[in-house]
């Protein structure tokens, strides 16, 4: 059709229209549904409204192109209709040699303001252009992680840098990109999005998603909610028709106002579909405006519709059946009615912009005509309508050189006395007494001056304001004073536009010109319209002073410096902002928001004109078209017809309206005569008589669309113009407030240091506590003691014995003791519980003088005796009663005995600190004994000697021991006759003390004096008579005496055995008396003994022990030591052969009755190197299993953290938590990860049942399963290790965290909700975080763990320890929890825990499947050494090996508290038993909960209650278990250590007697103990083996260790006895058994390394040890040593040990 003929009939058909709607001349002509008169109307209504069917337009831009569904969705890629500029061709922002943004701004946009638009534009244009970018673009978000490409500002900067610090940046954060699809090669540069659709589809009314709009809506007739719909709305809103408050917490933008520089709560604003809708009241006014017309259209449509209902004509033909009232209608088509207006809102608001606004934006002429896009041909579904990067960074922004530093508002005409008044600011808008609303001050506070009023008055301000002139001038509230955060409260958003070109990558400023076909800029002057000749720049500088101010010419000067004369360099914002005319947006930027809108309009299936989407009629299209923005306003606001100019847009004169007009016509092919003249009378009759005299054929509608107004009135121009604002006018509107900073750390400082100072007091605390806790129970004991001691003072009949505490010093503690005053014997004498002999004797036969000092203060409880030449006896009393009573029993020893008694009063500290102490006079006694043997031995000092004061010399020289100094110095006792006899015989001026010169000639007797010497001296200590002759019942006393020593009851009749054995084999058996010669011939076959003979000292190094020398000159300590005996690995072997062997008992085939041949010493490494190599490749072959784990679990554990923290350092270098917290991210990282790995492999160490059972699987050759609980600390020690590193890390990134933007943390923590006005401070991350909270609870927990869990509190706090460890299943439940946050990362904890959890959980299973049956105890012994033997019966099904441990719980004393002990049955055995040793609370307990005497009937014969009940757990595994699987076998037992053993010998007499064949081809049994008395339980089950034993399978040696050392001279009286006294009744003299027994301590290195030549052809040798840390380290030792100096052929030392 020919497009003037579509033309008139257009315009014909809107006149139909036009005369069919009301004659009222400003009603808005939509909703549209044809004639209201027409009988039809009402069916024409209900059709169109409710039964029409068609395709609403979505929120979010989905399939509105349904061959490309995502194109104008939302938050999708911007279009690049130019080619990128990216610095690396990918995504780094381009320009990076392009000038600094800010000097950029001020040298083309820094001016004065106030200078009126050129072609008369209003503020109202400007604003609603704002409305219409919020329409269709939001890329203002940035990226997350947050990217940050800060601007500097030049040193002295005016408004930013006024101090000239010239280290200021201005925060700028980079767009948000498609991070899936995007910036990944060059061919596939970054793209950033667009958060809104392109579409003109009501997001600015109703937002981008049905939620949204949902949030907004009343869900009656169709509206939006508004302030009068909520009883709870503000006051002030409830007479006015605003939407309704954001009390529902939408997400709208919420940045800090600057003018108050604090964060508002986001409830104070409206709920709008435009998030960013409340920035400023400008743009808010419009907000408002069109909530309030949507509202409207829906309650026309409501009105209608309902009238609709009403017809019965329209029931009957549309069969209505159900009957509503209005406010039911209202609801149940509430939906029908609001799509039905939001459709016409938007068709509305289509036409308006791009009709209306659009091409008075790009384009006003001065002839009145106007820039329109190409005529619409319908929808092409070919077009993109997707937002350019060039018409969002550059083109669009042209609307800032005209936003006016503030904003009129005027009064309507019915609240006025004036014709035109305007409103001066008031309290309310903190800037009173101003003309206008400074823009710059009323960003984030819009509500203050519309809640005032309404927006009746904005609109007439900015319809009556002309804005800012069109020029490259930019407004200072844009250009230095916009918003920012809190940290940078004002930014210049001219600086920012030009860097957000680059960082979109936008090219140059001529690449675009020529991207859109356009010529490029030869030269600076093509610029600027308005310099456009090269010879007003060529040459000129900035700064010359004939340059005006506002001089565009200048501006461009400027600019022209600033890229230093590189036009091929300048960004398009300035320069396409440089084209700007009077006329509008210079060619370039008009060329670009043209091609922009033309194709979201054409490429919108939405569109209204769009006749194939059946949205609209015809009839319904030209109404629309016909819909003019005045209209509105007149329809929606209180403003009267008279008080609007005709065209909003624009700021108009009559005379200049008459020839816009004119010159609109005539450009649209209408004729106009030249001789018509416009002026400022020329009134609308005129203009309308000109065109219908021009134009016969023209209709009333187009004389109507030019004049706009009736015949009768001049032109409708501004009824009260008011010019603009000059921004530097303070009396119209106020300064803007000036830059301000923040430190978001602010607030933070109490909390940081108080959280992590608890943690560090709260490790202190749990240390205090386990202190006290140990002390409590230590307190506990002592009180135990101290009830025994009261019954025992209740039940004693010796009123001389005293039960009281000894405190023996700081370190060593307090002891119970038992004190006797022997009148008789003039003594004191101290005994310990449960000991009939003394153990020290205060001999005051010496003294005449006693002292005795008492405390004063506290309570008086302590007291100390003191007796010269005697360490002090400071005794502690249970109160003042027991103190006074043993007071006045030194009161009456002292006057009995002849003893004068001094007292005194100290305070307890002065007095514990005189105190002269055993460890003190200890010191003193040490320097006496080094002196001693220096001078018998000859020691050089060789400065190991201590230097000796002269008081310190006078102390030693004067020193003299008393017998028990010197039976302590034996390690003997004092009241034994051995040590009685030789403290007679020293002590030669018989003065009871044996002086340092009296001591030291014995000495000498043993370091020069032969085997003949020592033999008479031990002669001489038994011939009391000094006859020079022994009676055999004298030698017998010697004897006896040494029996006593060894604590060995011996009967008279074995006694003289051994003495007939003795004097029978050396031929003297008819001999009654012994002289000296006798007494050698008897002891002629132990000669190289005797030689070797010392007096071992306790206290004394090694290499100062005297040594026998014979003939033999020793100079030096070494020489003693090489001359103690044979120097070489044969002589070591012949010695031990002699001490532990016994080649004379017949039954007896091993090697320590055979003497074999020595072996050659092997071939040692010459180099140091090489001895270090083979000792490494021995300890490596021995401990290869464990060396192999421990680097496994090691090198997974660091491998686990590097991955993470590679990952976080390198392949997250620029995510957003990394850019922020550095390289501490990635160590927390690493350290968490590590922390998953450790504490779940944790669980795998916990499943005692599973281990059990592996080790008896082939596995157990490749895993040391025994190893598990050493393996349990080492993994929990890795575990502590990544937590403290994870909690160090995480008290740096917290204060990282905490120092942080809101919306950057928002950015990099989603899972955390926060309000917009509340600063995450570090006590919300930490204390209001679920991650945080869980973390603290964590740590606490973790440091309970681990302080409970030490040695200390193992030993003294175990009930601690036990409850402490049950928290771990916090530790896993919190873990999880923690991860759950997503604090950084999804959770992955459940990948290392699952498999660990699974097997512990089965294995837990198994436990409680059988720890929950109740055992009763059958029978209970309380046996010497505080052991407490239980019987119990053993349950069905429960298997077990020798060896192997269980946990039992007490149901009287806590029926979840487990601790483990060794079986001490065997496994053929109906019963189980347990040897428990009460050395702490609960086996203390469980020793009084069995004891008949306190659970007795009156009689105390038979208990009164029975046992209390068990649980069992078990059995598990350990290496004892595995004794059978190495052909030799070592067992090594210390004290209640033997436990095990005591199984394993059962069950080999079991095995014994039934024949069974197992691999073990040799066993060895080491019992060490103070005295076999103390264990006589075990001797029997010896005694039972060595029965059995018909094949010497076990050999077993006793060590009895309270006795001495093996080259003792008392030792080698004793060897001589036990041998001759084997020899004829072949058992031991001291045991009864047939074992060897032994005095003192094994040497375990010269024990091992004879089981070498013992068994040559055995590559393993099984060592097993129980007892003491002190002696398994012993052991442990000398397997080490051996296997470091082994050589191929000699077998290896496996070592399984157990401490108790």
Same mark, same amino acid.
């Given at each position: 059709?020919?497009?003037?003929?579509?033309?008139?009939?257009?315009?014909?058909?809107?006149?139909?229209?036009?005369?069919?709607?009301?004659?009222?001349?400003?009603?808005?002509?939509?909703?549209?549904?044809?004639?209201?008169?027409?009988?039809?109307?009402?069916?024409?209504?209900?059709?169109?409204?409710?039964?029409?069917?068609?395709?609403?337009?979505?929120?979010?831009?989905?399939?509105?192109?349904?061959?490309?569904?995502?194109?104008?969705?939302?938050?999708?890629?911007?279009?690049?209709?130019?080619?990128?500029?990216?610095?690396?061709?990918?995504?780094?922002?381009?320009?990076?040699?392009?000038?600094?943004?800010?000097?950029?701004?001020?040298?083309?946009?820094?001016?004065?303001?106030?200078?009126?638009?050129?072609?008369?534009?209003?503020?109202?244009?400007?604003?609603?252009?704002?409305?219409?970018?919020?329409?269709?673009?939001?890329? =203002?978000?940035?990226?997350?992680?947050?990217?940050?490409?800060?601007?500097?500002?030049?040193?002295?900067?005016?408004?930013?840098?006024?101090?000239?610090?010239?280290?200021?940046?201005?925060?700028?954060?980079?767009?948000?990109?498609? =991070?899936?699809?995007?910036?990944?090669?060059?061919?596939?540069?970054?793209?950033?999005?667009?958060?809104?659709?392109?579409?003109?589809?009501?997001?600015?009314?109703?937002?981008?998603?049905?939620?949204?709009?949902?949030?907004?809506?009343?869900?009656?007739?169709?509206?939006?909610?508004?302030?009068?719909?909520?009883?709870?709305?503000?006051?002030?809103?409830?007479?006015?028709?605003?939407?309704?408050?954001?009390?529902?917490?939408?997400?709208?933008?919420?940045?800090?106002?600057?003018?108050?520089?604090?964060?508002?709560?986001?409830?104070?604003?409206?709920?709008?579909?435009?998030?960013?809708?409340?920035?400023?009241?400008?743009?808010?006014?419009?907000?408002?405006?069109?909530?309030?017309?949507?509202?409207?259209?829906?309650?026309?449509?409501?009105?209608?519709?309902?009238?609709?209902?009403?017809?019965?004509?329209?029931?009957?033909?549309?069969?209505?059946?159900?009957?509503?009232?209005?406010?039911?209608?209202?609801?149940?088509?509430?939906?029908?009615?609001?799509?039905?207006?939001?459709?016409?809102?938007?068709?509305?608001?289509?036409?308006?912009?791009?009709?209306?606004?659009?091409?008075?934006?790009?384009?006003?002429?001065?002839?009145?005509?106007?820039?329109?896009?190409?005529?619409?041909?319908?929808?092409?579904?070919?077009?993109?309508?997707?937002?350019?990067?060039?018409?969002?960074?550059?083109?669009?922004?042209?609307?800032?050189?005209?936003?006016?530093?503030?904003?009129?508002?005027?009064?309507?005409?019915?609240?006025?006395?004036? =014709?035109?008044?305007?409103?001066?600011?008031?309290?309310?808008?903190?800037?009173?007494?101003?003309?206008?609303?400074?823009?710059?001050?009323?960003?984030?506070?819009?509500?203050?001056?519309?809640?005032?009023?309404?927006?009746?008055?904005?609109?007439?301000?900015?319809?009556?304001?002309?804005?800012?002139?069109?020029?490259?001038?930019?407004?200072?509230?844009?250009?230095?004073?916009?918003?920012?955060?809190?940290?940078?409260?004002?930014?210049?958003?001219?600086?920012?536009?030009?860097?957000?070109?680059?960082?979109?990558?936008?090219?140059?400023?001529?690449?675009?010109?020529?991207?859109?076909?356009?010529?490029?800029?030869?030269?600076?002057?093509?610029?600027?319209?308005?310099?456009?000749?090269?010879?007003?720049?060529?040459?000129?500088?900035?700064?010359?002073?004939?340059?005006?101010?506002?001089?565009?010419?200048?501006?461009?000067?400027?600019?022209?410096?600033?890229?230093?004369?590189?036009?091929?360099?300048?960004?398009?914002?300035?320069?396409?902002?440089?084209?700007?005319?009077?006329?509008?947006?210079?060619?370039?930027?008009?060329?670009?928001?043209?091609?922009?809108?033309?194709?979201?309009? &054409?490429?919108?299936?939405?569109?209204?004109?769009?006749?194939?989407?059946?949205?609209?009629?015809?009839?319904?299209?030209?109404?629309?078209?016909?819909?003019?923005?005045?209209?509105?306003?007149?329809?929606?606001?209180?403003?009267?017809?008279?008080?609007?100019?005709?065209?909003?847009?624009?700021?108009?004169?009559?005379?200049?309206?008459?020839?816009?007009?004119?010159?609109?016509?005539?450009?649209?092919?209408?004729?106009?005569?030249?001789?018509?003249?416009?002026?400022?009378?020329?009134?609308?009759?005129?203009?309308?008589?000109?065109?219908?005299?021009?134009?016969?054929?023209?209709?009333?509608?187009?004389?109507?669309?030019?004049?706009?107004?009736?015949?009768?009135?001049?032109?409708?121009?501004?009824?009260?113009?008011?010019?603009?604002?000059?921004?530097?006018?303070?009396?119209?509107?106020?300064?803007?407030?000036?830059?301000?900073?923040?430190?978001?750390?602010?607030?933070?400082?109490?909390?940081?240091?108080?959280?992590?100072?608890?943690?560090?007091?709260?490790?202190?605390?749990?240390?205090?506590?386990?202190?006290?806790?140990?002390?409590?129970?230590?307190?506990?004991?002592?009180?135990?003691?101290?009830?025994?001691?009261?019954?025992?003072?209740?039940?004693?009949?010796?009123?001389?014995?005293?039960?009281?505490?000894?405190?023996?010093?700081?370190?060593?503690?307090? +002891?119970?003791?038992?004190?006797?005053?022997?009148?008789?014997?003039?003594?004191?004498?101290?005994?310990?519980?449960?000991?009939?002999?003394?153990?020290?004797?205060?001999?005051?036969?010496?003294?005449?003088?006693?002292?005795?000092?008492?405390?004063?203060?506290?309570?008086?409880?302590?007291?100390?005796?003191?007796?010269?030449?005697?360490?002090?006896?400071?005794?502690?009393?249970?109160?003042?009663?027991?103190?006074?009573?043993?007071?006045?029993?030194?009161?009456?020893?002292?006057?009995?005995?002849?003893?004068?008694?001094?007292?005194?009063?100290?305070?307890?500290?002065?007095?514990?600190?005189?105190?002269?102490?055993?460890?003190?006079?200890?010191?003193?006694?040490?320097?006496?004994?080094?002196?001693?043997?220096?001078?018998?031995?000859?020691?050089?000092?060789?400065?190991?000697?201590?230097?000796?004061?002269?008081?310190?010399?006078?102390?030693?020289?004067?020193?003299?021991?008393?017998?028990?100094?010197?039976?302590?110095?034996?390690?003997?006792?004092?009241?034994?006759?051995?040590?009685?006899?030789?403290?007679?015989?020293?002590?030669?001026?018989?003065?009871?003390?044996?002086?340092?010169?009296?001591?030291?000639?014995?000495?000498?007797?043993?370091?020069?004096?032969?085997?003949?010497?020592?033999?008479?001296?031990?002669?001489?200590?038994?011939?009391?008579?000094?006859?020079?002759?022994?009676?055999?019942?004298?030698?017998?006393?010697?004897?006896?005496?040494?029996?006593?020593?060894?604590?060995?009851?011996?009967?008279?009749?074995?006694?003289?055995?051994?003495?007939?054995?003795?004097?029978?084999?050396?031929?003297?058996?008819?001999?009654?008396?012994?002289?000296?010669?006798?007494?050698?011939?008897?002891?002629?076959?132990?000669?190289?003994?005797?030689?070797?003979?010392?007096?071992?000292?306790?206290?004394?190094?090694?290499?100062?022990?005297?040594?026998?020398?014979?003939?033999?000159?020793?100079?030096?300590?070494?020489?003693?030591?090489?001359?103690?005996?044979?120097?070489?690995?044969?002589?070591?072997?012949?010695?031990?052969? !002699?001490?532990?062997?016994?080649?004379?008992?017949?039954?007896?085939?091993?090697?320590?009755?055979?003497?074999?041949?020595?072996?050659?010493?092997?071939?040692?490494?010459?180099?140091?190197?090489?001895?270090?190599?083979?000792?490494?490749?021995?300890?490596?072959?021995?401990?290869?299993?464990?060396?192999?784990?421990?680097?496994?679990?090691?090198?997974?554990?660091?491998?686990?953290?590097?991955?993470?923290?590679?990952?976080?350092?390198?392949?997250?270098?620029?995510?957003?938590?990394?850019?922020?917290?550095?390289?501490?991210?990635?160590?927390?990282?690493?350290?968490?990860?590590?922390?998953?790995?450790?504490?779940?492999?944790?669980?795998?160490?916990?499943?005692?049942?599973?281990?059990?059972?592996? +080790?008896?699987?082939?596995?157990?050759?490749?895993?040391?399963?025994?190893?598990?609980?050493?393996?349990?600390?080492?993994?929990?020690?890795?575990?502590?290790?990544?937590?403290?590193?994870?909690?160090?890390?995480?008290?740096?990134?917290?204060?990282?965290?905490?120092?942080?933007?809101?919306?950057?943390?928002?950015?990099?923590?989603?899972?955390?909700?926060?309000?917009?006005?509340?600063?995450?401070?570090?006590?919300?991350?930490?204390?209001?975080?679920?991650?945080?909270?869980?973390?603290?609870?964590?740590?606490?927990?973790?440091?309970?763990?681990?302080?409970?869990?030490?040695?200390?509190?193992?030993?003294?706090?175990?009930?601690?320890?036990?409850?402490?460890?049950?928290?771990?299943?916090?530790?896993?439940?919190?873990?999880?929890?923690?991860?759950?946050?997503?604090?950084?990362?999804?959770?992955?904890?459940?990948?290392?825990?699952?498999?660990?959890?699974?097997?512990?959980?089965?294995?837990?299973?198994?436990?409680?499947?059988?720890?929950?049956?109740?055992?009763?105890?059958?029978?209970?012994?309380?046996?010497?050494?505080?052991?407490?033997?239980?019987?119990?019966?053993?349950?069905?099904?429960?298997?077990?090996?020798?060896?192997?441990?269980?946990?039992?719980?007490?149901? &009287?004393?806590?029926?979840?508290?487990?601790?483990?002990?060794?079986?001490?049955?065997?496994? #053929?055995?109906?019963?189980?038993?347990?040897?428990?040793?009460?050395?702490?609370?609960?086996?203390?307990?469980?020793?009084?909960?069995?004891?008949?005497?306190? #659970?007795?009937?009156?009689?105390?014969?038979?208990?009164? !209650?029975?046992?209390?009940?068990?649980?069992?757990?078990?059995?598990?595994?350990?290496?004892?278990?595995?004794?059978?699987?190495?052909?030799?076998?070592?067992?090594?037992?210390?004290?209640?250590?033997?436990?095990?053993?005591?199984?394993?010998?059962?069950?080999?007499?079991? !095995?014994?007697?039934?024949?069974?064949?197992?691999?073990?081809?040799?066993?060895?049994?080491?019992?060490?103990?103070?005295?076999?008395?103390?264990?006589?339980?075990?001797?029997?089950?010896?005694?039972?083996?060595?029965?059995?034993?018909?094949?010497?399978?076990?050999?077993?040696?006793?060590?009895?260790?309270?006795?001495?050392?093996?080259? &003792?001279?008392?030792?080698?009286?004793?060897?001589?006895?036990?041998?001759?006294?084997?020899?004829?009744?072949?058992?031991?003299?001291?045991?009864?058994?047939?074992?060897?027994?032994?005095?003192?301590?094994?040497?375990?290195?010269?024990?091992?390394?004879?089981?070498?030549?013992?068994?040559?052809?055995?590559?393993?040798?099984?060592?097993?040890?129980?007892?003491?840390?002190?002696?398994?380290?012993?052991?442990?030792?000398?397997?080490? &040593?051996?296997?470091?100096?082994?050589? =191929?052929?000699?077998?290896?030392?496996? #070592?399984?040990?157990?401490?108790?």
């Amino acid at each position: 059709m020919d497009p003037g003929k579509y033309m008139l009939l257009t315009w014909v058909l809107i006149l139909l229209v036009t005369t069919s709607i009301s004659q009222d001349s400003y009603k808005v002509p939509v909703p549209y549904y044809g004639d209201e008169s027409d009988s039809s109307y009402n069916e024409n209504v209900w059709r169109l409204v409710v039964e029409k069917k068609y395709e609403a337009e979505g929120y979010d831009g989905w399939y509105n192109n349904r061959a490309n569904p995502d194109w104008g969705a939302v938050d999708t890629p911007m279009r690049r209709r130019l080619p990128h500029a990216y610095s690396d061709g990918v995504y780094l922002p381009s320009g990076d040699d392009r000038p600094n943004p800010i000097k950029i701004s001020q040298a083309l946009m820094n001016g004065s303001t106030g200078y009126p638009s050129l072609r008369g534009r209003t503020a109202f244009l400007v604003f609603f252009g704002q409305q219409v970018v919020e329409e269709i673009l939001d890329a =203002q978000r940035p990226g997350c992680p947050p990217e940050y490409f800060n601007i500097d500002v030049p040193k002295g900067h005016p408004d930013l840098d006024k101090d000239s610090h010239g280290e200021i940046r201005i925060p700028f954060l980079r767009s948000r990109y498609d =991070q899936r699809n995007t910036g990944f090669s060059p061919n596939n540069p970054r793209e950033q999005l667009n958060e809104i659709t392109p579409w003109i589809d009501g997001g600015l009314m109703y937002g981008i998603g049905k939620t949204w709009a949902d949030a907004l809506r009343i869900f009656k007739a169709g509206k939006l909610a508004s302030t009068t719909d909520y009883k709870d709305s503000d006051e002030k809103y409830n007479k006015k028709d605003f939407p309704a408050v954001n009390n529902i917490r939408l997400p709208m933008a919420n940045p800090p106002p600057p003018r108050d520089h604090y964060l508002k709560n986001v409830n104070r604003f409206f709920r709008l579909g435009n998030p960013r809708g409340n920035e400023n009241p400008f743009l808010l006014t419009f907000g408002i405006f069109w909530y309030r017309f949507h509202n409207h259209v829906a309650q026309r449509i409501s009105d209608v519709l309902f009238a609709a209902y009403q017809d019965p004509d329209v029931k009957e033909k549309f069969s209505i059946k159900t009957e509503y009232s209005r406010e039911d209608f209202d609801r149940h088509y509430d939906e029908i009615i609001f799509n039905e207006a939001r459709k016409w809102v938007i068709a509305t608001h289509q036409k308006v912009v791009v009709y209306d606004w659009l091409p008075s934006w790009l384009g006003t002429y001065e002839n009145g005509s106007v820039f329109n896009l190409p005529t619409y041909k319908g929808y092409n579904p070919n077009v993109h309508p997707q937002i350019m990067h060039v018409f969002q960074s550059a083109a669009m922004r042209f609307g800032h050189t005209l936003v006016p530093p503030g904003v009129f508002r005027r009064k309507l005409r019915k609240d006025s006395s004036q =014709q035109c008044e305007f409103i001066t600011n008031s309290d309310h808008t903190k800037d009173a007494g101003k003309e206008a609303i400074r823009t710059c001050n009323s960003y984030w506070n819009p509500q203050e001056p519309i809640e005032e009023y309404d927006i009746d008055q904005f609109i007439l301000g900015m319809t009556s304001q002309i804005t800012e002139r069109e020029d490259t001038i930019i407004t200072p509230d844009l250009r230095g004073f916009v918003f920012g955060g809190l940290d940078f409260s004002r930014r210049d958003l001219m600086a920012v536009n030009i860097q957000r070109g680059r960082d979109h990558g936008l090219p140059d400023y001529n690449t675009a010109r020529k991207e859109f076909g356009l010529e490029p800029a030869e030269s600076w002057a093509d610029l600027s319209p308005n310099c456009n000749n090269e010879t007003l720049i060529d040459g000129r500088k900035c700064d010359d002073t004939d340059f005006e101010v506002d001089d565009p010419c200048r501006m461009i000067v400027c600019l022209k410096e600033v890229y230093d004369g590189d036009l091929s360099k300048l960004d398009i914002w300035p320069g396409g902002l440089a084209e700007t005319s009077a006329d509008g947006p210079g060619s370039l930027f008009r060329t670009i928001i043209a091609d922009q809108f033309a194709r979201i309009r &054409d490429g919108d299936r939405f569109w209204y004109e769009n006749k194939l989407n059946g949205l609209f009629t015809d009839e319904q299209r030209v109404a629309i078209n016909d819909t003019t923005l005045r209209h509105i306003i007149l329809e929606i606001t209180d403003i009267e017809e008279d008080e609007l100019a005709g065209n909003p847009f624009f700021y108009l004169d009559t005379e200049t309206k008459c020839n816009r007009i004119v010159g609109r016509a005539r450009s649209e092919g209408y004729n106009i005569s030249p001789g018509f003249n416009c002026t400022n009378s020329t009134t609308c009759q005129e203009i309308d008589q000109e065109l219908r005299n021009e134009n016969p054929n023209i209709t009333d509608a187009l004389v109507r669309r030019y004049a706009d107004c009736d015949n009768t009135q001049l032109l409708a121009v501004d009824p009260c113009p008011r010019g603009t604002v000059n921004g530097s006018d303070i009396n119209i509107v106020s300064p803007c407030t000036k830059l301000r900073t923040f430190d978001y750390f602010t607030g933070s400082e109490a909390p940081y240091i108080l959280t992590f100072a608890a943690v560090g007091l709260f490790i202190i605390l749990m240390i205090v506590l386990l202190l006290v806790t140990a002390n409590i129970n230590q307190s506990k004991i002592a009180e135990q003691r101290k009830a025994g001691r009261a019954e025992s003072r209740r039940k004693s009949t010796d009123l001389s014995l005293h039960d009281v505490s000894e405190w023996q010093g700081q370190k060593e503690g307090e +002891r119970d003791i038992k004190v006797r005053m022997d009148i008789r014997k003039k003594s004191l004498l101290i005994f310990l519980p449960g000991q009939a002999r003394p153990t020290r004797t205060i001999d005051c036969k010496r003294t005449d003088r006693l002292y005795a000092k008492e405390s004063v203060d506290k309570a008086r409880n302590f007291l100390l005796i003191r007796i010269p030449n005697e360490y002090d006896l400071v005794l502690k009393f249970d109160g003042p009663r027991e103190k006074n009573a043993f007071l006045q029993s030194i009161k009456e020893f002292c006057e009995q005995t002849g003893i004068t008694q001094r007292s005194a009063m100290l305070s307890q500290k002065e007095l514990l600190a005189e105190a002269i102490t055993k460890a003190r006079r200890q010191h003193t006694l040490d320097k006496f004994f080094r002196i001693v043997f220096k001078h018998a031995f000859r020691i050089d000092d060789d400065g190991d000697m201590e230097a000796l004061s002269d008081e310190d010399a006078n102390a030693v020289i004067n020193c003299e021991l008393t017998i028990d100094e010197f039976a302590d110095a034996l390690s003997l006792k004092p009241s034994a006759m051995f040590v009685k006899n030789m403290f007679e015989l020293i002590d030669k001026d018989k003065n009871g003390l044996v002086s340092f010169r009296e001591f030291l000639d014995m000495i000498v007797i043993f370091a020069k004096g032969s085997g003949s010497d020592k033999a008479k001296l031990l002669f001489d200590m038994y011939d009391v008579r000094g006859s020079g002759q022994l009676s055999k019942e004298e030698f017998s006393t010697m004897l006896r005496s040494l029996m006593e020593l060894a604590n060995t009851s011996v009967e008279d009749s074995q006694i003289q055995e051994v003495i007939d054995s003795m004097f029978r084999e050396a031929g003297m058996a008819t001999k009654q008396t012994l002289t000296f010669d006798d007494f050698n011939k008897l002891l002629r076959d132990y000669k190289e003994q005797l030689d070797h003979a010392n007096l071992n000292f306790i206290g004394m190094e090694p290499n100062q022990q005297p040594q026998a020398g014979g003939n033999q000159e020793m100079s030096r300590a070494k020489t003693v030591i090489n001359a103690r005996r044979e120097n070489a690995p044969t002589r070591a072997r012949k010695t031990v052969l !002699k001490a532990y062997g016994e080649d004379r008992i017949t039954r007896r085939q091993t090697h320590v009755e055979v003497k074999l041949k020595p072996r050659q010493a092997p071939a040692r490494d010459r180099t140091m190197i090489a001895k270090k190599f083979t000792e490494f490749a021995n300890y490596m072959e021995n401990y290869r299993l464990h060396v192999f784990w421990v680097t496994l679990y090691a090198l997974l554990s660091v491998a686990i953290f590097l991955e993470r923290a590679y990952y976080f350092s390198v392949e997250r270098e620029h995510a957003a938590l990394r850019r922020i917290c550095g390289y501490g991210v990635s160590i927390t990282r690493g350290a968490a990860s590590g922390m998953m790995w450790t504490y779940s492999t944790l669980l795998l160490t916990m499943c005692r049942n599973l281990i059990t059972v592996l +080790r008896e699987t082939v596995l157990n050759r490749f895993i040391p399963f025994d190893s598990a609980i050493w393996f349990h600390k080492y993994v929990a020690y890795w575990a502590l290790f990544f937590t403290v590193v994870h909690i160090i890390g995480h008290s740096f990134n917290f204060y990282h965290i905490s120092t942080q933007t809101p919306g950057d943390l928002t950015c990099l923590f989603r899972n955390f909700y926060r309000p917009t006005h509340v600063l995450p401070k570090f006590h919300y991350w930490c204390w209001g975080t679920i991650t945080g909270v869980t973390g603290v609870v964590l740590t606490l927990i973790i440091i309970v763990m681990f302080v409970f869990a030490q040695q200390y509190a193992r030993r003294n706090v175990f009930r601690g320890f036990w409850l402490s460890h049950q928290m771990f299943y916090l530790v896993f439940i919190l873990m999880i929890l923690h991860g759950a946050g997503i604090l950084v990362q999804a959770p992955i904890f459940w990948t290392f825990l699952i498999a660990p959890l699974t097997m512990f959980v089965l294995d837990k299973l198994i436990s409680l499947s059988r720890n929950k049956t109740e055992i009763a105890i059958t029978k209970a012994e309380l046996l010497p050494s505080a052991v407490t033997g239980l019987t119990f019966k053993r349950p069905a099904g429960f298997e077990y090996k020798s060896g192997q441990w269980v946990r039992i719980a007490c149901l &009287d004393l806590g029926a979840d508290e487990y601790h483990p002990f060794t079986l001490t049955s065997a496994p #053929h055995e109906d019963f189980l038993s347990l040897h428990i040793r009460a050395v702490g609370p609960w086996t203390m307990n469980i020793r009084e909960a069995v004891d008949p005497k306190i #659970h007795s009937n009156s009689k105390g014969a038979v208990r009164d !209650k029975p046992y209390p009940k068990l649980y069992l757990d078990g059995p598990f595994g350990e290496g004892h278990q595995d004794w059978y699987k190495y052909e030799v076998a070592v067992l090594v037992g210390g004290g209640i250590g033997v436990t095990p053993f005591a199984s394993i010998l059962k069950d080999i007499v079991n !095995k014994s007697s039934l024949g069974t064949r197992f691999n073990c081809k040799k066993v060895y049994f080491l019992w060490m103990t103070r005295s076999q008395k103390q264990f006589e339980w075990m001797v029997d089950i010896i005694r039972e083996v060595e029965d059995k034993d018909k094949n010497d399978f076990v050999s077993v040696h006793i060590f009895i260790t309270q006795f001495f050392q093996k080259f &003792d001279l008392r030792t080698t009286m004793l060897y001589i006895c036990e041998r001759h006294f084997q020899k004829i009744s072949n058992k031991s003299l001291f045991t009864g058994l047939r074992s060897i027994t032994h005095f003192g301590r094994p040497e375990f290195n010269t024990f091992l390394d004879s089981l070498q030549d013992e068994h040559p052809g055995v590559s393993k040798i099984g060592v097993f040890s129980c007892g003491p840390p002190r002696m398994t380290h012993g052991v442990e030792e000398a397997c080490t &040593d051996l296997n470091k100096k082994r050589t =191929q052929s000699d077998p290896a030392f496996v #070592h399984h040990y157990e401490n108790f």
